[in-house]
C-alpha cells in the first residue's frame, strides 16, 4: 500500500512521504474542522434543519476534498465557505425572503455554471476582468460581515433604532464567554497551536456546561438523518429573475475566493511553475465546482477551498494524499452530531470573529496612493456589512468604482464585463 500511495501521489518527486502527508492532513483537519459545527448552525438561522445540515456538511467537504486530492494531487481541503453561508442565511432566505430550498437552487446553478467555466478558458478572462482592488475589498468586506453577525450572535451589540446598532449586555455570559473563546483562539493560532479555533471553541463551551449556561447533548452517535435536506433544493424557483444576482453573487466570490485560496496555498507550498501558474489548475477548479454541485444537493452552501489548508503545507504536506486524509477524518466527524448540537452560539460566534479577523487581512494589499482605487475599496467593505447583502455591497462597489475611473478620465481601467455587471446592478437598484 505504501508503494502505490508513493506511486500515485509521486510523493518522492515532490519531497515528502506517507508519515508527513498523513501527519499534515490531520494538521488542515485540526485547523478548519469548526466548519462542521459554525456551518449548520449559521444555516438553521435560515430555518434549515441543524443536523441534516452537519451531515451534509461533512459529506460535501469530504468528497470534495477527496476529488481535489485524488483528480488534482494538491493538498488542498474544501469545505462549506464562511462568508457564502452567510450570504445564503442572513442575505438570501431572512433578507430577500426566499426559502432555502430556492436558495440551494441557486447554489445549484451556480456551482454547474462555475462547472463550465472551469473547463473552458473563459474562467481567466472573468478573473482578470474584476479589478485587484475590488477583489481585495470583497472578501475584506464578507469578513466585516461575518464580524457583525458574530458579535450579535454573541449578544456584544444589539439593534437600535437609535443609532442603528449598540452595545448589548456584556454583563452576561454570552458575551463574556465569547469574547473568551475568542481571545483563546487567537492567542493560540499565534503560538501556531493545530486546531486553535476548536479548541477556544470547546474550551469555552464546557466553563459554560459548568455554570449552566448551555445543554449538553452527547459526544458521538450514528450519523444525523440526511432526508431533510437531501434533493430539497428548488431549481424552478432558483431561475426566476430575481434571483440572477445571488447567482451571481455565489459564483463571483465563489470563482475569486477558490482562485486566490488555490494560488495562495500553491505560492507557499512550492508547488507553482516557473511561470507562477498553478499546473492542473483545471482540475483543481473543477474539484471545487463539483463540491458546490454536490453540496446543493446534499444541502449546504457553496463549497470552496479553505486557507486553512496552508496549515498542512507548513506541516509539510506537497499531494493530494493531505487531502485524503482530510477526507476521511471528515467522514468521521459524522459521528460526532451530539458534540456538534452541545455547542452554543456564543462559542461558534467567537470562532466567526477570528474567521472575520483573517479575511480583513487583502485590506492591506489595496493600493493606498491610488485614491480611485482605494476610495471604491472602502465602499465595498463598508455596503457589504451595512447593507447585510454581499451582493449589495458588491454592487455599490462596482458602480462605485466604474464612475469614479470614468469621471477621472481612466476609462482602460474599466473592463466591459466590469461596466456591463455595473449597469445591471444600477438596474436592479433603480427598478428591481
Not at 23 to 52: E, H, K, R
Not at 89 to 117: D, E, K
Not at 173 to 189: N, T
Amino acid at each position: 500500500m505504501k508503494a502505490i500511495l508513493e506511486r500515485y501521489f509521486d510523493l518522492a518527486q515532490r519531497g515528502t512521504d506517507v508519515r508527513t502527508e498523513v501527519m499534515a492532513g490531520v494538521t488542515t483537519f485540526l485547523t478548519m474542522a469548526y466548519i462542521a459545527f459554525v456551518n449548520p448552525q449559521i444555516l438553521s438561522d435560515a430555518g434549515m434543519p441543524f443536523d441534516a445540515v452537519f451531515v451534509a456538511t461533512c459529506i460535501a467537504a469530504a468528497l470534495s476534498t477527496l476529488l481535489m486530492g485524488l483528480y488534482a494531487n494538491y493538498p488542498i481541503a474544501l469545505a462549506p465557505g464562511m462568508g457564502l453561508n452567510a450570504f445564503f442565511a442572513y442575505g438570501v432566505v431572512l433578507g430577500m425572503g426566499h426559502t432555502w430550498q430556492v436558495a440551494l437552487g441557486a447554489v445549484f446553478i451556480s456551482g454547474v455554471l462555475f462547472l463550465i467555466l472551469s473547463v473552458v478558458p473563459v474562467r481567466r478572462w472573468i478573473i482578470e476582468a474584476i479589478p485587484q482592488g475590488q477583489k481585495l475589498a470583497i472578501a475584506a468586506g464578507i469578513g466585516l460581515f461575518l464580524g457583525i453577525i458574530a458579535l450579535r450572535n454573541a449578544g456584544i451589540i444589539q439593534g437600535s433604532e437609535a443609532t442603528l446598532v449598540t452595545v448589548g449586555d456584556l454583563t452576561t455570559p454570552g458575551p463574556i464567554l465569547a469574547l473568551l473563546g475568542f481571545c483563546v483562539i487567537v492567542a493560540l493560532a499565534s503560538r501556531q497551536v493545530p486546531g486553535a479555533a476548536i479548541i477556544g471553541m470547546l474550551g469555552v463551551t464546557v466553563i459554560g456546561l459548568l455554570f449552566g449556561v448551555s445543554e449538553w447533548r452527547g459526544v458521538a452517535s450514528l450519523p444525523p438523518d440526511p432526508t431533510p435536506t437531501l434533493f430539497a433544493l428548488d431549481i424552478g424557483g432558483a431561475l426566476q429573475a430575481g434571483m440572477i444576482a445571488v447567482i451571481l453573487t455565489f459564483l463571483i466570490v465563489d470563482l475569486f475566493d477558490t482562485a486566490g485560496t488555490l494560488l495562495g496555498v500553491a505560492h507557499q507550498a512550492n508547488l507553482l511553475d516557473e511561470q507562477g501558474q498553478l499546473p492542473r489548475i483545471q482540475n483543481a477548479l473543477i474539484a471545487d465546482s463539483a463540491g458546490t454541485v454536490g453540496g446543493a444537493l446534499l444541502g449546504t452552501s457553496p463549497v470552496t477551498s479553505y486557507i486553512e489548508s496552508a496549515a498542512g503545507t507548513i506541516a509539510g504536506g506537497r499531494t493530494g494524499l493531505t487531502a485524503v486524509v482530510v477526507a476521511i477524518l471528515f467522514l468521521a466527524c459524522l459521528f460526532f452530531a451530539p458534540l456538534a448540537g452541545s455547542i452554543p452560539p456564543y462559542a461558534t460566534a467567537a470562532a466567526i470573529l477570528y474567521v472575520a479577523c483573517l479575511m480583513a487581512r487583502p485590506l492591506v494589499d489595496v493600493d493606498w496612493h491610488d485614491v480611485t482605487e482605494s476610495a471604491a475599496a472602502i465602499v465595498t467593505v463598508i455596503a457589504i456589512p451595512l447593507t447585510f447583502s454581499i451582493a449589495d455591497g458588491i454592487g455599490l462597489g462596482f458602480l462605485t468604482y466604474v464612475v469614479i475611473k470614468l469621471i477621472a478620465g481612466r476609462w482602460g481601467d474599466c473592463s466591459p464585463m466590469l461596466i456591463a455587471v455595473a449597469l445591471l446592478f444600477a438596474v436592479k437598484f433603480a427598478w428591481l
